[in-house]
């Protein structure tokens, strides 16, 4: 992580410690009953689910993370920076409003969204393309037509949420965006997912703040996920957002990482996708060009544009 860092002061960056998540932050997309509960483990090693440990500082990291992504919303919001990427542990996007869930405690992206909401923003866009599926970030705005939840995942996978099928609630409904993909996805079914359905249905929905669910564990060599995604796809898919974020927003872009479990492969996915921020200009977006079909790509791209009918009319 220094050495990212380091790289994102020599362009020009800037590298800022997070502060905590104030309570009144987190209640905007946790109950009162879960935050107390997160809040009690302080000091004390337990677990809250079977795959969900804490140790005695977790909710301090936790209420750090959390607090990172509103801090990046408020300096891309005020101007301050073009675009901001929060560096975070624990990851967020499983994290339901009551209770904590797949290495997750708080839902970051989530509390983020929600932020750049009360600062005055009317559409806030949030693209997950972490290997599984958000859960938690789906559910807290699932009726809510002014947050677009945007994911790509590996299905059938856990979580086990995230069919094509659940497309929003109520007035949400057509604000959730599915696009769940088979096993073995490599970076020509991305790429198509990205072209036919992801950027053109974040210009149909015009945000004020693009968010994104920055998950890299859907690399080759990633040991939880079974996507094969190169490197390379990760820097194609953060110019495909970047481009798309200056088109509709004047660029506001927030990226929080979510999981990742292959350290290298992390380390160099990160990095790809942090040079492609990083840069003063917008480059076009490299996708490594392959010759595979992405049969993939197209099965999810079809159910979706079943699911959501005439939404979106991409
Ligand atoms: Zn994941």
């Known amino acids: 992580m220094e050495v990212v860092a380091d790289r994102w002061r020599g362009s020009g960056g800037e ?3 997070p502060r905590p998540a104030t309570t009144e932050q987190l209640l905007r997309v946790h109950d009162l009953s879960h935050i107390r ?99 938690g970030t789906q559910h807290i705005f699932e009726d809510d037509p002014a947050v677009l939840y945007v994911s790509l995942h590996q299905s059938p996978f856990y979580p086990g949420t995230g069919d094509a099928d659940e497309i929003g609630a109520g007035p949400g409904r057509g604000y959730t965006v599915n696009l ?16 036919e359905m992801v950027v053109p249905v974040l210009r149909r929905f015009a945000p004020d703040l ?48 979510e999981g990742g479990y292959d ?18 200009r917008a480059g076009s977006a490299r996708w490594p060009s392959g010759s595979v079909a992405p049969s993939r790509g197209r099965a999810s791209v079809t159910e979706a544009r079943r699911a959501l009918g005439s939404v979106w009319t991409v």
């Open 37 to 135: 509960r997160i809040d009690e483990t302080a000091g004390i090693a337990t677990s809250l689910d079977p795959d969900t440990f804490t140790s005695p500082e977790t909710v301090e990291a936790a209420r750090l993370a959390a607090g990172a992504v509103v801090d990046a919303v408020e300096r891309v919001w005020d101007g301050r920076h073009a675009r901001a990427f929060a560096l975070v542990r624990p990851p967020g996007h499983h994290a339901e409003r009551d209770r904590a869930m797949g290495f997750c405690f708080f839902n970051n992206v989530a509390v983020g969204a929600a932020h750049a909401r009360a600062l005055g923003a009317s559409r806030v866009a949030i693209v997950d393309y972490d290997v599984h599926h958000g859960n």
């Open 180 to 195: 769940p993909l088979a096993v073995g996805a490599v970076d020509e079914d991305y790429h198509l997912v990205f072209a």
């Open 263 to 280: 350290l290298r492969a992390l380390g160099e996915s990160l990095e790809s996708a942090m040079e492609t921020l990083a840069g003063e």
């Open 15 to 17: 590298v800022v410690a």
């Open 210 to 257: 693009l968010l994104v669910s920055a998950g890299f564990d859907a690399h080759e060599r990633d040991p939880l996920g079974g996507m094969r995604l190169t490197t390379a796809a990760f820097g194609a898919m953060t110019a495909e957002l970047r481009l798309v974020a200056e088109e509709c927003c004047g660029g506001r872009l927030v990226a929080v990482t």
